[in-house]
């Protein structure tokens, strides 16, 4: 303490300290305010000077009895419902219990979304059941909210959760094995709105779906394909055949007006599970890649993920393709783009890295697009 600190604390408490540390008896400094002009006690004078005291005894006794509530009435909603004392129930309810709460959800919300769950699963287990029903139209059903379920929402998990547990099989860690988990229980993931973009696919195959491939590549005519397609379509293609894969529809549409013969599949910038699900079914029909991509490091990242994935030939993607496509671009007067960001060094080629980083120049696919094309036809 300061002389004057010490100075103040001595006329408060009615006795002399000496010292820079003083020891306060609360109950001591409770009695002096209460017959000092404040006329208040300690408490109340803190409150008056800040903020709210915290009885955190009281606080932390509150939270566990609400922590306790809503597990009380997953308990309750379990043994209400027809899922009551089946053995994977059990393996549920220790799941959840041990992954707690996810951060900023109410206990009154928790309380609603865990019924939300328990109600979903006694519809999607019932084995009387029959038919299929859409997620959408499940989740609007039990919250009112055709995105109630959707991929990364708490009441999801839980449901598929459930599902895994309730068919002893693992729960899924990625988009295309949760669509898998969906269809086990008969319910119809979104399979229409995402799509990939292909070209020049000419599936070997008598069902409509590759008769459909076979004239749209016949004339030279991009197709976009859906999970549902996926799903019906026999991708048997000849032996060895090349499949290109670029990162930007332009390429495509480049490929498209141009004629090219050469099969394509576009990322449209990071691989979506469309995308990884066609490209995986191509890779098991015994297809081989080629990827081209964005000279930028967000390119150079997704061409890595490729590459790596399926064990894909680099096209036109070297030190050497950069280095040029460069020099060409300046010499044409084209403004150079900066290259921002971390560096990220290529699988493929481990001088394209420094080369890009010694120029600074980032460079598109459509920079590259002529040449892109010529490979193509």
């Not at 469309?274 to 150079?300: E, K, Q």
Request: aromatic letters at 4%.
């Amino acid at each position: 303490m300061s002389a004057q600190e010490r100075n103040d604390l001595s006329l408060l408490l009615g006795k002399p300290l000496t010292g820079t540390a003083v020891t306060v008896r609360l109950d001591a400094l409770d009695g002096r305010l209460r017959t000092s002009a404040a006329g208040l006690g300690l408490k109340e004078v803190v409150e008056e000077l800040g903020p709210p005291l915290t009885d955190r005894r009281a606080a932390r006794a509150g939270v566990a009895a609400q922590r306790r509530h809503v597990w009380a009435s997953l308990t309750s909603s379990l043994d209400a419902s027809p899922l009551a004392g089946q053995e994977w129930t059990r393996q549920w309810y220790d799941v959840l219990r041990r992954a707690g709460v996810p951060k900023g959800v109410t206990p009154e919300a928790a309380v609603r979304t865990l019924q939300q769950a328990v109600q979903i699963l006694t519809v999607l287990l019932d084995p009387e059941r029959t038919g299929t029903r859409g997620r959408g139209e499940l989740a609007a059903t039990a919250t009112g909210s055709a995105h109630g379920l959707e991929d990364g929402t708490w009441l999801a998990r839980l449901v598929q959760r459930g599902v895994a547990l309730a068919h002893d099989t693992d729960f899924p860690s990625n988009a295309a094995g949760r669509r898998a988990l969906w269809r086990l229980v008969s319910v119809t993931p979104d399979e229409v709105s995402s799509t990939v973009l292909t070209y020049g696919l000419r599936p070997i195959g008598g069902g409509w779906r590759e008769e459909s491939l076979r004239e749209r590549s016949a004339h030279h005519a991009e197709t976009h394909l859906t999970p549902r397609d996926l799903l019906g379509l026999q991708l048997q293609l000849p032996a060895a055949t090349v499949i290109h894969i670029c990162e930007n529809p332009r390429v495509v549409e480049a490929a498209a007006d141009a004629a090219c013969a050469r099969p394509l599949v576009c990322t449209s910038g990071s691989a979506a599970t469309v995308v990884l699900t066609l490209l995986d079914a191509l890779a098991t029909a015994g297809c081989h890649f080629a990827y081209h991509g964005d000279f930028d490091w967000p390119g150079i990242t997704l061409a890595n993920r490729i590459i790596r994935r399926y064990e894909a030939l680099p096209w036109r993607m070297s030190a050497e393709d950069y280095e040029r496509l460069a020099a060409h671009s300046q010499a044409e007067g084209i403004p150079q783009l900066p290259l921002d960001g971390r560096p990220v060094e290529a699988d493929w080629d481990p001088g394209l890295a420094p080369a890009m980083t010694a120029l600074g120049v980032a460079l598109h696919e459509e920079a590259t697009l002529d040449l892109l094309v010529e490979d193509l036809a």
